[in-house]
């Protein structure tokens, strides 16, 4: 996966954390700027945590 579409699929996942959200009554559209950046940074930290140290698909200690 590409730079851009990673950063495509960060903030398309992001749009729906929030929409969702919104749908649930847990955030309101008037703080919506600062909530978006928060979700967008904690998905991209998580997406690119992932990409650089993906788990060990062959690992059975769960």
Do not use: C, W
């Given at each position: 996966?590409?730079m851009?579409?990673?950063?495509?699929?960060?903030?398309?996942?992001?749009?729906?954390?929030?929409?969702?959200?919104?749908?649930?009554?847990?955030?309101?559209p008037?703080?919506i700027?600062?909530?978006?950046?928060?979700?967008?940074?904690?998905?991209?930290?998580?997406?690119?945590?992932?990409?650089?140290?993906?788990?060990?698909?062959?690992?059975?200690?769960?």
């Amino acid at each position: 996966m590409g730079m851009k579409s990673m950063d495509e699929q960060i903030l398309r996942a992001t749009k729906e954390i929030v929409v969702k959200f919104i749908e649930m009554g847990r955030l309101s559209p008037s703080n919506i700027h600062e909530s978006f950046k928060d979700i967008y940074a904690t998905v991209a930290e998580s997406v690119k945590s992932y990409t650089a140290d993906p788990p060990d698909s062959n690992d059975n200690s769960t």
